[in-house]
């Protein structure tokens, strides 16, 4: 017996893809792993059946719905971890594409930390299952440094020493004020001090403007510690920046005062340095520095000036209050003598110094 179509056989039948489930509906794209904060970033959510079956222009219909939730909340303050200021809990935008026949999802967080992101169909009135996959779990980085939203504190912007180490620190944060608990900035962080004004200057000193660098050492959570070194006293201009950009209130106004007397950087200058006369009273002035070679302002330091020779003679030593000593002397006899002269033991430039002295 050889069996035989019927009238009409074969016949074409179509077989539709079932109602979308959530069993074979998936995502896909690099918005299920993250971003970086105020930076959009996209998935496709791909419809399908129970079975895995493709819904196609089917699934025009469905509605799904994308939630984020910031996971990183300190407990004691109930502040997001990364100090941002920013949503914790945003929808994702699902826009449906009747080309590729998938949902477009975009999102663009503020605050940066890690986020639960729930992907959702609804199944019914008012209910919603997760697809496959849901919820991930995406990290949200920082975005790069800002110097609008960065702060800068501490004595190093403020006053200190010459020949100090002037320190101070910066909390680094992106635009959303997110701290930046990464280290590595795509631009670095420049310090640099400009040499505004000059604190009084003898003689022997001449005034040129000075430029002194720092560095900024990331810690961590987004701190930094920054030191700069002026050897030079007066008014500093410091500039603290990234990528060209001012941090904080920078430039600031830093004064930077003079250091302790010191006999290695000081002079001295007068006629009583080079020559005298028996039973006469002669003269020098000290200008009293500090060891960078600062002048002193004010009175300080202790000079001594003893001449050795033929006859032995202690000097007067009188502070004038500006930093100058005036140094006098009598050589009782003639001939040739050493003139050691100090300030606070140590010798100044020079010393010992050989005035000789004539004959009355």
């Known amino acids: 017996h050889v069996p035989r179509h019927v009238q009409g056989s074969p016949y074409l039948y179509q077989?539709?893809?079932a109602t979308t489930n959530t069993l074979g509906t998936y995502a896909s794209g690099p918005g299920l792993l993250g971003t970086t904060a105020g930076v959009p970033t996209t998935f496709d959510i791909h419809p399908r059946d129970e079975y895995k079956n493709e819904r196609l222009a089917l699934a025009a219909n469905d509605v799904f719905t994308v939630h984020m939730k910031l996971q990183d909340i300190d407990e004691d303050t109930e502040r997001p971890i990364s100090d941002g200021f920013g949503s914790e809990f945003f929808e994702g935008k699902v826009v449906w594409n009747p080309d590729t026949y998938l949902f477009n999802v975009e999102y663009q967080p503020e605050l940066s930390g890690t986020y639960q992101l729930e992907v959702r169909l609804r199944t019914g009135v008012a209910t919603?299952?997760?697809?496959v996959g849901s919820p991930f779990r995406v990290e949200i980085a920082p975005n790069k440094l800002s110097g609008i939203t960065s702060d800068i504190w501490g004595q190093g912007v403020i006053s200190g020493t010459a020949g100090e180490t002037f320190e101070f620190n910066i909390r680094g944060r992106d635009l959303h004020y997110n701290l930046r608990m990464i280290g590595g900035e795509p631009d670095p962080i420049r310090v640099q001090a400009l040499q505004m004004t000059w604190q009084h200057r003898d003689i022997f000193h001449t005034a040129s403007m000075q430029g002194s660098p720092g560095t900024a050492l990331w810690?961590?959570?987004?701190d930094y510690i920054a030191r700069w070194w002026p050897t030079h006293a007066g008014t500093h201009q410091l500039s603290v920046t990234i990528g060209g950009n001012h941090i904080d209130?920078?430039?600031?106004t830093v004064q930077v005062d003079i250091a302790e007397p010191y006999g290695g950087t000081s002079v001295a200058d007068g006629p009583g340095l080079h020559d005298s006369i028996s039973n006469e009273l002669v003269s020098f002035t000290v200008y009293i520095r500090d060891p960078y070679g600062n002048p002193r302002e004010t009175a300080g330091g202790a000079v001594t000036a003893v001449l050795s020779g033929p006859a032995g003679v202690t000097g007067f030593a009188a502070h004038n209050?500006?930093?100058t000593v005036l140094v006098s002397y009598t050589p009782t006899k003639s001939g040739v003598y050493d003139l050691d002269v100090a300030v606070d033991g140590g010798p100044i430039i020079g010393s010992p110094l050989p005035p000789p002295c004539g004959p009355g």
Do not use: H, L, T
């Not at 810690?219 to 987004?222: E, I, P, Q, R």
């Open 15 to 17: 077989v539709v893809s």
């Open 128 to 131: 919603f299952r997760d697809i």
């Open 219 to 222: 810690v961590s959570d987004g």
């Open 249 to 252: 209130e920078s430039p600031y």
């Open 321 to 323: 209050g500006d930093g």
